[in-house]
């Protein structure tokens, strides 16, 4: 890890699902049923993407931990290793929702907040709603 962060690759990975999984429940039941699982794995992925991003500079450790994010909590897969590719070429292209949610898992990074999923959540119903 670089940054000035002191954490292993496995702590960082610990404390970026504790996060998620924290805010995750954190989700009113609206929320919930009115966002399908993909959309909400979208979202959570491009939050870890920029929590992770915070804690690193690195771009491959940033995939690396995503990759074991998407691996043990969706099971392992070629489409995590898409997945996490796309997201790599997404944060090099101008797209104001990612840059948002990315933004969101930098702060949570930052200010240990728990709100921040919730939030990315609110975000999708207007995007859904709206198209």
Do not use: C, P
Request: proline letters at 0%.
């Amino acid at each position: 890890m670089t940054l000035g962060t002191s954490k292993t690759d496995n702590e960082a990975y610990e404390l970026a699902t504790r996060t998620a999984n924290a805010q995750r429940a954190k989700l009113h039941d609206w929320q919930r049923a009115q966002i399908s699982d993909r959309d909400m794995q979208t979202g959570e992925t491009w939050f870890l993407w920029g929590f992770y991003s915070a804690m690193t500079s690195d771009i491959e450790g940033r995939k690396n931990l995503l990759l074991a994010h998407l691996n043990n909590q969706y099971g392992a897969s070629e489409n995590n290793e898409h997945q996490v590719a796309e997201i790599a070429k997404l944060a090099d292209q101008e797209n104001r929702l990612f840059d948002v949610i990315a933004a969101a898992g930098r702060q949570a990074y930052h200010e240990g907040g728990d709100s921040h999923l919730a939030n990315i959540a609110s975000i999708f119903l207007n995007v859904i709603r709206n198209h």
